[in-house]
């Protein structure tokens, strides 16, 4: 009784085989059927397990006291590490000079190939006498050095103090009684044809410009120590030099030509080949530039708001020529935001791939300045104008953010001035963002959609067979009417 009740809610009521009836166009039919529903199918799950987002622009969500970090690696072939200065300024009032804690420097050749460690990792002494207070006559007492005689003097003294000044320069005009007074002193203490250990020289850059040039001079004053010793016996005749950058004055620098002698021999001519494993390590003393070029590399946090990036030449205690200052650069990294890892980056292209080479636009880039005096003087500025981008998730109806990124575009300008050139980095954050949202589809949508193909093709491909079989029994008929 029960079972016959059910059984009159039976949707799917079954037709005894021997009353059906099988055809070829219907087998047919039946074949093109199941391929068309796994090809349905096989679309209908790649759409499932494809992302999809949705993109929006809104205000900038970023918190007031966040800061903005900027990472960069930049290859200047013809600024020497010696006086290259990483600045930080914004609209707000912001000005970091020489930032040295997260910035890294390493001398390189013309061809961008390092030529040692990092150079100067620690702060260059800041000089606070620049030369006697009480002016008084002086006679030369250092002696002139050009291009014809440096070798031979260097050759011939175990240590050669070297002044490279210019004559329009206010630090070297400063320096020059106490430098020719010192000399003067060190001249009689060590007479250079008695004793023969160390002398004083000085090399105009006005008047030997290639001299200047072969030793990587971009400052005034330069006082460079030439020695020559272990040097030579371990570098093939190589002479070692190292910048001085102690106080200026004549008792300091007296004091600091004392100890360069200390550990010197009198007979120093013939003991030139004795080792210096005495020599003490002095703050005043770095070892000089033996390339002209630079590569500085490393990170700044700066505010979210306009403000630049600045490298160029800068000293408290030396004057530039401003024509001899090259900054042609090539830029291997200049980027913004957190540095992300390989799985995370190739996430995020995964996610955003029309954002794909936005977000280090300068890399590879290169901006050269030929020598000459056409050319000389010239600043090189980059408009960089910064966009964050946001990639969020909605999960369980819940906005889960996964990752940032900030993409720029880059336009920049060569500009002829009458200061030291500078390469300036404009970025100007912009107060907008854009926000990526990958929408997840719901597993129920999926399924529903699986159903709608199987019983929508299932049923196209019964009115079809339908159709097909109705008209091949009518054309069946009127051919049988024909023949009767």
């Known amino acids: ?18 009353l059906t009836e099988a055809s070829l166009s219907g087998a047919g039919l039946s074949i093109v059927a199941a391929l068309t529903m796994m090809f349905l199918f096989g679309m209908e799950l790649s759409s499932y397990l494809a992302v999809n987002t949705t993109t929006s622009v809104i205000v900038d969500r970023s918190s007031d006291g966040e800061f903005l970090r900027i990472d960069f690696n930049i290859s200047f072939p013809a600024l020497s590490c010696e006086f290259a200065s990483v600045d930080v300024s914004d609209v707000l009032g912001t000005n970091r000079l020489n930032i040295t804690k ?4 390493y001398s390189i050749d013309r061809n961008l190939v390092p030529t040692g460690s990092e150079f100067h990792p620690g702060p260059i002494p800041i000089v606070s006498k620049h030369g006697d207070d009480v002016e008084e006559d002086h006679v030369d007492g250092s ?25 329009w320069c206010y630090w070297s005009n400063r320096l020059k009684p106490s430098w020719e007074k010192t000399a003067k002193i060190i001249r009689e203490r060590y007479d250079p044809e008695m004793d023969g250990r160390i002398l004083l020289g000085k090399v105009d850059c006005t008047e030997e410009v290639d001299l200047c040039r072969r030793h990587h001079i971009q400052g005034y004053p330069s006082i460079r120590v030439f020695r020559k010793g272990s040097d030579i016996k371990e570098n093939q005749g190589h002479h070692d030099h190292e910048s001085y950058y ?10 600091a030509m004392e100890t360069y002698v200390a550990n010197i021999p009198k007979e120093a001519h013939v003991l030139a080949l004795e080792d210096k494993s005495n020599k003490t390590v002095d703050p005043a003393k770095r070892p000089a530039p033996m390339t002209s070029g630079c590569r500085i590399e490393g990170f700044v946090r700066v505010k979210r708001v306009p403000g630049s990036v600045v490298i160029s030449a800068r000293s408290g205690s030396h004057s530039f020529d401003p024509s001899q200052i090259n900054v042609s650069h090539y830029v291997n990294q200049f980027s913004f935001g957190k540095k992300l890892s390989p799985r995370m ?20 880039q290169s901006y050269i300045v030929k020598n000459g005096e056409v050319n000389a003087n010239v600043t090189i500025e980059h408009y960089l104008q910064v966009v964050k981008t946001e990639l969020v998730t909605l999960r369980s109806s819940k906005e889960l953010k996964v990752l940032e990124e900030y993409e720029y575009t880059a336009h920049s300008s060569l500009v002829h001035s009458f200061y030291v050139p500078v390469v300036k980095f404009h970025f100007e954050p912009s107060p907008m963002q854009v ?11 999926f399924i529903t959609n699986v159903c709608a193909i199987i019983g929508g093709v299932f049923t196209v491909a019964g009115i079809l067979d339908s159709i097909f079989h109705n008209t091949l029994r009518m054309v069946k008929k009127v051919e049988l009417g024909k023949n009767i």
């Open 102 to 105: 997260t910035v890294r420097k």
């Open 246 to 255: 102690g106080e200026r004055d004549t008792e300091s620098l007296v004091a």
């Open 1 to 18: 009784m029960i079972s016959s009740k059910l059984k009159s809610v039976d949707f799917y009521r079954k037709i005894p085989r021997d």
């Open 435 to 445: 926000l990526v949202t990958e929408v997840p589809r719901s597993f129920s949508h």
């Open 143 to 167: 002696v002139s050095l050009s291009s014809r005689n440096f070798d031979s003097y260097s050759h011939q003294y175990p240590v050669l103090v070297v002044n490279f000044y210019a004559p």
């Open 345 to 364: 980056f190739h996430e995020f292209l995964r996610l955003t791939p029309y954002l794909r080479g936005y977000h280090d636009r300068l890399a590879g």
